[in-house]
Nanobody, 129 residues
Framework: QVQLVESGGGLVQAGDSLRLSCAAS????????MGWFRQAPGKERDFVAA????????YYADPVKGRFTISRDNAKNTVYLQMNSLKPEDTAVYYC??????????????????????WGQGTQVTVSS
């Protein structure tokens, strides 16, 4: 079955960096749009970043634009989220997600949570001030 396993979370100070990884199995990784979402306590799960199946198209939520970078390695079935200049408001559980994009353009991506077919269990990121 499909599995998405996030790693790389932790406790850091404001201004630090972290790189999250999401290893996928049980699917043809290069046929899937990949996304990162986050959920803070008491809040909804929000879009963070997405990358097309080719890796050639990316999109970011405004709060992370210029600080976070999403990338993927289709040979390793892994998507990454490089997070720089972290702020306390970035504290959340971070989830990766996969959406079937086999019949869509190689540049297709979506920011909508409802469009994603598979989700990981999440990794906690805590940023102290």
């Amino acid at each position: 079955q499909v599995q998405l396993v996030e790693s790389g979370g932790g406790l850091v100070q404001a201004g630090d960096s972290l790189r999250l990884s999401c290893a996928a199995s049980g699917l043809t990784f290069s046929s899937y749009t990949m996304g990162w979402f986050r959920q803070a306590p008491g809040k909804e799960r929000d879009f963070v970043a997405a990358i097309s199946r080719s890796g050639g198209n990316t999109y970011y939520a405004d709060p992370v634009k210029g600080r976070f970078t999403i990338s993927r390695d289709n040979a390793k079935n892994t998507v990454y989220l490089q997070m720089n200049s972290l702020k306390p408001e970035d504290t959340a559980v971070y989830y990766c997600a996969a959406e079937t994009a086999y019949y869509k353009s190689s540049s297709y991506l979506t920011t909508q949570r409802k469009d994603y077919d598979y989700w990981g269990q999440g990794t906690q990121v805590t940023v102290s001030s």
